[in-house]
């Protein structure tokens, strides 16, 4: 397997360009921006709130798919090559309440964006897509009841000591995964991984229409996964705790037997000061330079740009914000050295005195 490289971009060893910038956020795009950066010379410091990068890739995309010695060995990589310096359990808040999101119980240190400014010469903002969707039936907040990050993040996070989760408790119970993307895959590896009695997953649609494709679907089956498709969850029954799940299957209402319901039915990115920073502005292309926010040296990339998306699309994304902030900068230097020269004019010239 290729070694990963956010470097890849390097021509060779960067002169120091005398400049800071701060990323918030260690997964693809942010790395991709780091990446970037650092190889023209730029000082870059990441800050995230895991205790390790990698983001999702990390701690949310199982081992077999993406092997966490490939993320250690390319970030260890940028410190020792490329000056990269990283700061982790490190969250850079806004005025939404801290603790809503997966992660942020690993925060020793909490900034506030106004710091992070104050830092550097630029920042990028790189946030990611932290919080499930949910679905919206009667029943969803019972015991047992978890969105699709709640649970694949502690399976991949419970090795960290400094991590205040437990592994989700489904050994022996029938687990019901709602959704067909690559998450509702890893929820269902995972739950069979963890001892489930049985684990049937639910979509709305046909399995040629799944986002996993059928070949995820065929691998599913042969380890056991039930796979039930056009179908809808209308309510989670019991009283203190999941026990079953109401769903219309081809039509017909039927109740299946579930101690334990994963919703992997997306994320949703929830970037901090988006109103602040004028990101739906962003979105639309409505700025003065690209990927700029309405703060003239803060830039925004990736997923709290874009809202989810596949890791190809956010380390795009995040090359072309540093690119973006790069040619700024530069854009910067260059006019203030135009004003110097002017004033040196104007001091030399008794023209332009008089």
Same mark, same amino acid.
């Given at each position: 397997?290729?070694?990963?490289?956010?470097?890849?971009?390097?021509?060779?060893?960067?002169?120091?360009?005398?400049?800071?910038?701060?990323?918030?956020?260690?997964?693809?795009?942010?790395?991709?921006?780091?990446?970037?950066?650092?190889?023209?010379?730029?000082?870059?410091?990441?800050?995230?709130?895991?205790?390790?990068?990698?983001?999702?890739?990390?701690?949310?995309?199982?081992?077999?798919?993406?092997?966490?010695?490939?993320?250690?060995?390319?970030?260890?990589?940028?410190?020792?090559?490329?000056?990269?310096?990283?700061?982790?359990?490190?969250?850079?808040?806004?005025?939404?309440?801290?603790?809503?999101?997966?992660?942020?119980?690993?925060?020793?240190?909490?900034?506030?964006?106004?710091?992070?400014?104050?830092?550097?010469?630029?920042?990028?903002?790189?946030?990611?897509?932290?919080?499930?969707?949910?679905?919206?039936?009667?029943?969803?907040? &019972?015991?047992?009841?978890?969105?699709?990050?709640?649970?694949?993040?502690?399976?991949?996070?419970?090795?960290?000591?400094?991590?205040?989760?437990?592994?989700?408790?489904?050994?022996?119970?029938?687990?019901?995964?709602?959704?067909?993307?690559?998450?509702?895959?890893?929820?269902?590896?995972?739950?069979?991984?963890?001892?489930?009695?049985?684990?049937?997953?639910?979509?709305?649609?046909?399995?040629?229409?799944?986002?996993?494709?059928?070949?995820?679907?065929?691998?599913?089956?042969?380890?056991?996964?039930?796979?039930?498709?056009?179908?809808?969850?209308?309510?989670? &029954?019991?009283?203190?705790?999941?026990?079953?799940?109401?769903?219309?299957?081809?039509?017909?209402?039927?109740?299946?037997?579930?101690?334990?319901?994963?919703?992997?039915?997306?994320?949703?990115?929830?970037?901090?000061?988006?109103?602040?920073?004028?990101?739906?502005?962003?979105?639309?292309?409505?700025?003065?330079? &690209?990927?700029?926010?309405?703060?003239?040296?803060?830039?925004?990339?990736?997923?709290? &740009?874009?809202?989810?998306?596949?890791?190809?699309?956010?380390?795009?994304?995040?090359?072309?914000?540093?690119?973006?902030?790069?040619?700024?900068?530069?854009?910067?230097?260059?006019?203030?050295?135009?004003?110097?020269?002017?004033?040196?004019?104007?001091?030399?010239?008794?023209?332009?005195?008089?």
């Amino acid at each position: 397997m290729p070694a990963m490289n956010f470097n890849f971009l390097c021509p060779g060893p960067a002169a120091p360009a005398g400049r800071s910038v701060g990323i918030i956020g260690a997964g693809p795009s942010g790395l991709a921006a780091a990446g970037h950066l650092s190889c023209l010379g730029y000082q870059v410091e990441v800050y995230d709130k895991l205790p390790k990068p990698g983001g999702l890739m990390l701690f949310g995309i199982p081992g077999h798919r993406i092997p966490r010695q490939r993320i250690a060995d390319a970030t260890r990589r940028m410190e020792r090559e490329h000056g990269v310096v990283f700061h982790p359990q490190t969250k850079i808040c806004c005025s939404a309440p801290m603790f809503e999101e997966e992660g942020d119980h690993f925060c020793r240190e909490v900034l506030g964006l106004k710091d992070l400014v104050m830092r550097h010469d630029a920042s990028i903002i790189c946030t990611g897509s932290w919080k499930s969707r949910r679905m919206g039936i009667e029943g969803e907040g &019972l015991a047992g009841v978890y969105s699709g990050l709640e649970f694949l993040f502690p399976i991949r996070a419970a090795r960290y000591a400094s991590a205040k989760v437990k592994t989700p408790e489904v050994k022996g119970k029938d687990v019901i995964v709602v959704g067909a993307g690559h998450s509702a895959v890893d929820a269902a590896h995972g739950a069979v991984g963890l001892g489930a009695a049985s684990v049937t997953m639910l979509y709305r649609r046909t399995a040629r229409e799944a986002p996993c494709g059928s070949y995820e679907i065929e691998r599913l089956k042969e380890m056991g996964v039930v796979w039930r498709e056009l179908a809808t969850p209308l309510k989670v &029954l019991g009283s203190e705790s999941a026990e079953s799940l109401e769903a219309r299957i081809g039509g017909e209402v039927e109740t299946l037997p579930a101690q334990a319901v994963i919703a992997a039915i997306g994320e949703i990115a929830t970037p901090p000061f988006a109103k602040e920073l004028g990101l739906e502005e962003v979105r639309k292309g409505e700025v003065h330079w &690209l990927h700029m926010t309405a703060i003239e040296n803060v830039f925004v990339a990736g997923d709290a &740009l874009t809202g989810p998306s596949k890791i190809g699309k956010a380390i795009y994304s995040g090359l072309k914000a540093a690119r973006s902030l790069a040619n700024w900068l530069d854009l910067k230097a260059q006019n203030r050295l135009a004003e110097y020269a002017y004033d040196d004019l104007v001091a030399k010239d008794e023209r332009f005195r008089k």
